[in-house]
């Protein structure tokens, strides 16, 4: 039996209310309640410390065939790679340094939000590569071939729930994700642009059709996560009316909005573009069903990646480098298109500080969760710097002092006085993801959930508090200990298994074998072909 | 750590040999081809654990893709959606043989097969495909024609493109709704991908173009994947440093060789494959599917193939994704990815040795 326990630090758990000094107990690989008697015991001093669960990224792209592209596609940058892993150039982290990033930094479980179901065998290979933090994925339906064809050919709902139910299955995800439903099914009959009543020609399918049939199909499934919809005319001024209609169109169901500060954008002021984030707030307060992550903006190179080739096709113009790789694929396809958000460009300037008004003008922090949409936004090392500029209004007047005038001028970020407390940051980053992700043993630190604790040194500095925890503990083991990284370790990939009729796969094969000539066992991802033992841990379906 | 047991002593032997043959090495190189997702990854452990360069000889026609970037797509949706087929340069044998090549490149009610670049074509097996003799002197330059013709721009086709064929292309490359450009990427030189992929951006302003190289060595894709994945780099990559470095000018295998940059090679490669001249020049080491494949090796250790000889994650011809291959022989051979993992064992077992 192993025991530790981390001794006189700030307890921050909002799941028990508790911000109190004391101590938590580990007890193989779990949080116990305190023994009795005075047992023997690995004592870790966490006086003057915050102790907090794990934090949980739900939306990171990490791994996968779109990840592997920007790779390919930025060769130069890899001339900076003697700098360290923090100074991000823009070219994607390789895996073990994602794992120990994430680490450091008081992270225990990260998902790639965008994983197409042929290329899921090939993305878990490098999922359960990435040490140190347990990994999940969500699978990319809703512009495939199958489910169109199910809504075209106006399937029951419980058909669709079937063939969701298969694919979240075979390709070993914790859910679904649904990117420019409709649209990028439409940019392969040459149509560039897609609202939310618009139809596919070959199918005759709406937006608003497919996020209704997913958003069922998981319901009827019972998967804990709802639909994660990234939806259309991301990145354009005036944006901001297609997430209202989104949000309105949800009809009161569950729903998740990806990367919200992307669609907050109305197109007011002198360069036609300004903050929605207000005005998308209010509508979040108004309709609790609805949770988003930001990908909030912050300065400096990347790549931009997403599955949305509708958009990414239309963004060639933006690219810096001018070079992009846009791929239609069987369903999504991706596109990688380099970009740099500069501080003295006046959009870049305002799409940083729409970001952080969704932060502060939402009132609830169990509704948004922080995200750079790694690495469209930024990279997710930034995240210190994001919570100091949320915890700290100084902080980000420093930055807003750099920016262009015009851009704080169609914003009210420069009005807004709140601050985040540690409470906040912990629903936002630890107790809202997990429920999000319907991991009921993680994101708290009652006694039973698995012991993923992190510790932070406290200080005023924010951003060198949470760059750098003092002590993780993964499973009860210390990852990092007194600041140092321990050896990597390998967690497990989280999944749903959700019960499904199997009938439905001998229509998946049919149309398989059309497109591919392949059955549909073809696309599995069979655990004895990855490289850890028993790499996957299933998460539980609402009966 | 879970000690491998090879599957005879010859292997167990051959394991020692590459392992000392790396240990002693200043500069040695990892050559690997056709290998699946735990090959390719085993490969970049035993290169890191080297200080080796990892090269893999397929790399061609990565350069203008990093370079100028692509709009592509995957076979198939191509085969679904393509109305408008160019087939760009020779037909190499491993493209005519490529299952997703044969399913494109043969014509149909719905879909026109052109074929440019002295595109050299079985007409047994693709009959109607319409065949342009676009003149100039080679395919960047016809290339360079069409985009000309696409644009509306003077040229000059007095010999060598009639005014026919000239509307023939006007119409066609305007009018595809799905116009795919497929070409083998060992075969064309850079300036005429550079070419083609100008033509695909330029087309794409007002319809749907897409490039798609086909007939590449399997494998290729997998190796790239993995040891970006774990190194953070494209191949070429060098881990002699204290972290890996990229440089494609820099750490091509047949560069370092001639340059006398290197003085040992691992050869990896779990399917048949032609073999450079240049792999002679210093002491060479082969892991290979046959086992008489290197005859100037001085160690030679037999793997299996995935999907044939064991189980695997490989790319498929069709989907162009790493998809699960069963293991189909009855008689199971060590797999890359365990020879290469006994390798590093062993090297990390000499290297502690040798530190104490």
Not at chain 1, 88 to 97: E, N, Q, R, V, Y
Not at chain 1, 354 to 362: D, K, R, S, V, Y
Not at chain 2, 56 to 84: F, I, K, N, S, W
Request: charged letters at 20%; one cysteine or more; aromatic letters at 6%.
């Amino acid at each position: 039996m192993s025991l530790i326990c981390i001794t006189g630090g700030r307890i921050v758990d909002p799941t028990s209310e508790c911000d109190e000094i004391g101590d938590v107990w580990i007890q193989d690989g779990r949080i116990a309640e305190a023994p009795e008697g005075n047992p023997q015991a690995e004592r870790i001093d966490a006086t003057g410390c915050v102790v907090m669960a794990g934090a949980i990224d739900i939306h990171t792209h990490v791994v996968g065939a779109n990840v592997a592209a920007a790779r390919l596609l930025l060769p130069e940058r890899y001339s900076e790679i003697e700098t360290p892993p923090e100074h991000w150039t823009g070219a994607p982290f390789d895996l073990t340094t994602t794992g120990a990033l994430y680490a450091e930094m008081g992270f225990t479980v990260v998902v790639e939000p965008a994983v197409a179901p042929v290329d899921a065998a090939a993305t878990h290979a490098e999922l359960e590569l990435i040490p140190y933090v347990d990994r999940a994925a969500l699978s990319v339906v809703g512009n495939d071939d199958v489910l169109l064809g199910l809504l075209r050919d106006k399937a029951s709902e419980d058909t669709v729930a079937d063939y969701v139910g298969w694919l979240l299955t075979t390709s070993r995800a914790i859910g679904a994700k649904t990117i420019n439903p409709g649209g990028v099914a439409a940019l392969k009959e040459n149509i560039r642009s897609f609202e939310l009543d618009d139809t596919i020609p070959e199918y005759g399918v709406s937006s608003r059709q497919i996020s209704a049939a997913m958003r069922k199909a998981l319901s009827r499934l019972g998967v804990p996560h709802p639909l994660h919809l990234h939806t259309h005319n991301l990145g354009l001024p005036g944006s901001v009316e297609t997430a209202v209609a989104t949000i309105e169109a949800a009809e009161g169901e569950p729903l998740h909005l990806a990367h919200l500060q992307f669609y907050a954008y109305g197109t007011e002021g002198g360069f036609g573009m300004s903050s929605g984030a207000v005005r998308l707030a209010e509508q979040l307060s108004r309709h609790k069903n609805v949770t988003a992550d930001v990908g909030q903006v912050m300065f400096g190179p990347t790549c931009t990646i997403s599955s949305d080739t509708m958009t990414q096709f239309n963004a060639r113009r933006w690219a810096s480098p001018k070079k992009w790789g846009i791929r239609d694929g069987d369903a999504n396809g991706g596109g990688m298109v380099p970009y740099h958000y500069k501080a003295g460009n006046k959009i870049a300037a305002l799409q940083w500080a729409i970001g952080l008004e969704l932060f502060l003008a939402i009132d609830d922090p169990a509704q948004v969760y922080m995200t750079t949409d790694h690495p469209n936004g930024g990279p997710f090392t930034s995240y210190p710097d994001l919570i100091a500029q949320l915890m700290d209004r100084s902080a980000r007047q420093a930055v807003m002092d750099q920016l262009p005038k015009e851009a704080l001028e169609v914003s009210a970020l420069a009005s807004m006085t709140r601050e985040y407390s540690l409470r906040d940051i912990a629903v936002m980053t630890r107790q809202a993801p997990a429920r999000l992700l319907g991991l009921t043993d993680r994101g708290h630190l009652r006694p039973g959930a698995v012991a993923d604790v992190s510790v932070y040194r406290e200080s005023p500095d924010k951003a060198a508090m949470f760059r750098r925890a003092t002590h993780v503990t993964k499973d009860g083991t210390f990852i990092v200990r007194n600041g140092q990284l321990a050896a990597p370790r390998y967690g497990r990939t989280l999944s749903v298994a959700p019960n499904y009729d199997k009938a439905i796969v001998p229509h998946v094969g049919e149309a398989y074998d059309r497109r591919w000539g392949l059955p549909p066992e073809t696309f599995n991802v069979p655990e004895t072909l990855m490289r850890n033992s028993s790499p996957f841990e299933v998460v539980a379906c609402r009966s | 750590m879970t000690i491998f047991d090879p599957k005879n002593s010859t292997a167990r032997h051959g394991i020692e040999k590459c392992a000392i043959l790396l240990g002693q090495s200043r500069a040695p190189i990892i050559v690997v081809n056709r290998v699946d997702l735990a090959g390719a990854a085993a490969a970049v452990t035993l290169a890191r654990q080297a200080g080796a360069v990892l090269d893999h000889t397929a790399e061609t026609g990565l350069a203008p893709a990093q370079e100028q970037g692509t709009l592509g797509t995957v076979p198939g949706e191509a085969h679904v959606r393509a109305d408008l087929v160019i087939i760009a340069g020779p037909v190499t044998d491993r493209l005519a043989e490529d299952t997703a090549f044969r399913r494109l490149a043969s014509p149909s009610s719905s879909r026109t097969v052109i074929r440019i670049g002295n595109a050299e074509i079985s007409e047994e097996l693709f009959a109607s495909a319409e065949s342009f003799t676009l003149g100039g002197q080679g395919l960047s330059e016809q290339l360079g024609i069409l985009s000309a013709i696409a644009q509306g721009r003077p040229v000059n086709l007095a010999d060598n493109l009639a005014g026919e064929a000239k509307r023939f292309f006007a119409e066609k490359l305007s009018n595809a709704k799905y116009g795919v450009f497929v070409f083998a990427p060992d075969a064309i030189d850079p300036l005429a991908q550079f070419a083609m992929m100008s033509l695909a951006n330029t087309l794409s302003a007002e319809t749907r173009w897409t490039v798609l190289p086909l007939g590449r060595p399997r494998g290729q894709a997998e190796l790239i994947r993995m040891s970006q994945a774990l190194s953070g780099l494209p191949p070429p990559l060098s881990f002699a440093g204290v972290r890996p470095v990229h440089d494609r000018l820099v750490y091509r295998a047949p560069d370092l060789i001639r340059r006398g940059e290197a003085d040992a090679i691992l050869w990896v490669s779990a399917c048949e494959e032609m073999l450079p001249d240049w792999i002679d020049d210093l002491p060479l080491a082969a892991v290979t599917a046959r086992p008489d494949a290197i005859p100037s090796a001085t160690t030679q250790i037999s793997i299996g193939k995935p999907g044939i000889d064991h189980a695997g994650l490989s790319e498929d011809d069709v989907t162009g994704f790493a998809t699960a291959d069963a293991q189909t022989s009855a008689v199971t051979k060590d797999s890359a990815a365990q020879i290469l993992g006994a390798i590093t064992d062993q090297l990390v077992a000499s290297q502690t040795g040798a530190a104490a």
